[in-house]
């Protein structure tokens, strides 16, 4: 039996099939490459191209394949371009989460790890966040996550399905062998555009405002190393595999690091001065963002092997100097 990833040609799904295959899984993935790279994909993978919204393109694949577990990472996920263009949100994050639903039912595939996010949250009411928290999404692509997790949970009460959403923080890091790391285009996250900077593809990095009610007065995040969240991708498909009931997890260290802290360890990390620009906020941005994640350690033994962020941003720095461009040579 097979695990199918899709959106394996991702970020955060590319490091999960590094991390099956190296647990000698037999891995089958998909992807549409509209976001992905066929670098990323694991040469000892499965490879298959096409869209989640496409029912018989997913009908075929399961019939070919014999596939025990789907982890879903299939979806857009920039939190702007949500804002700007709301419909393709919908339409590939809902809509495609529909589709595939239909197709697992339909073809009695009865395991999803789903991939979600902090975004569910929006602005915190209390810090760290606990999964039952209250999640009022301040952006449209929080919002389609909150909907597409309900939608799972809908359905798996009307059929045999059971799930896992795994809400990450702000992910982060590259795989060990520096082949595979984070590469958006555009890029808009803060520790690749910072590293920009040694890598001489930007002048300086914007700090998006420092008026927060935060002690430096910029943001907080949770940064979580890609490869922990990928691990707890695997934990979670095995808590299914024993029978585990559905259930949602927070992914973060539980440790909160300002822009400015970042951007800190960043000149440490690479030597380089890296100069900062106080810019003006950016719209949607909560002031602090960090996660309790005893649920996902207590009931999963997940358990972080990247807590500092230096040895953080070491691992990013390690792909994006040998990689300045991402996947275009
Ligand atoms: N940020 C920044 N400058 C940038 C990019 C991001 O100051 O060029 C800030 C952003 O406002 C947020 C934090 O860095 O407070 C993390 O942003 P990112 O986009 O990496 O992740 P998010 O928390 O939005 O998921």
Not at 50 to 74: P, Q, T, W
Request: hydrophobic fraction near 35%.
């Amino acid at each position: 039996m097979s695990v199918l990833v899709l959106g394996g040609a991702g970020y955060i799904g590319s490091h999960t099939v590094y991390e099956l295959v190296d647990r000698d899984e037999d891995v089958v993935i998909a992807d549409n490459l509209q976001t992905g790279y066929m670098d990323a994909v694991h040469p000892n993978a499965r490879f298959y191209e096409g869209d989640i919204r496409d029912e018989n393109f997913l009908n075929a694949l399961f019939n070919e394949e014999k596939i025990d577990s789907v982890i879903h990472f299939a979806a857009n996920s920039l939190v702007g371009e949500s804002m700007t263009d709301p419909l393709k949100y919908y339409d590939n994050n809902l809509y495609g989460t529909m589709v595939l639903l239909k197709s697992m039912v339909k073809n009695g595939i009865n395991k999803i790890v789903f991939s979600s996010t902090a975004a569910t949250y929006g602005e915190p009411e209390n810090i760290p966040i606990l999964e039952s928290d209250l999640k009022e999404p301040t952006n449209t692509y929080g919002e389609t996550k909150l909907a597409m997790e309900k939608m799972i949970k809908w359905v798996s009460m009307a059929h045999d399905l059971r799930f896992v959403s795994l809400r990450y923080f702000n992910a982060c890091g590259a795989h060990k062998s520096a082949k595979i790391g984070e590469a958006h285009k555009p890029e808009t996250h803060l520790i690749p555009l910072i590293l920009q900077v040694p890598n001489g593809r930007r002048g300086h990095i914007n700090i998006f405002g420092d008026d927060y009610d935060t002690p430096d007065g910029t943001c907080i995040r949770d940064y979580i190393h890609v490869t922990d969240l990928a691990q707890a991708h695997i934990l979670a498909v095995e808590y299914l595999q024993k029978g585990g009931e559905n259930n949602i997890f927070n992914l973060g260290n539980g440790v909160g690091f300002s822009v400015k802290e970042v951007v800190e360890t960043a000149r440490k990390v690479t030597g380089h001065p890296i100069p900062a620009v106080i810019s003006p906020r950016r719209a949607g941005d909560p002031a602090r963002l960090v996660a309790s994640c005893e649920k996902a350690k207590q009931i999963l033994g997940w358990k972080p092997s990247y807590t500092e962020l230096d040895e953080i941003i070491d691992s990013a720095w390690n792909w994006h100097k040998n990689h300045p461009d991402g996947f275009i040579h």
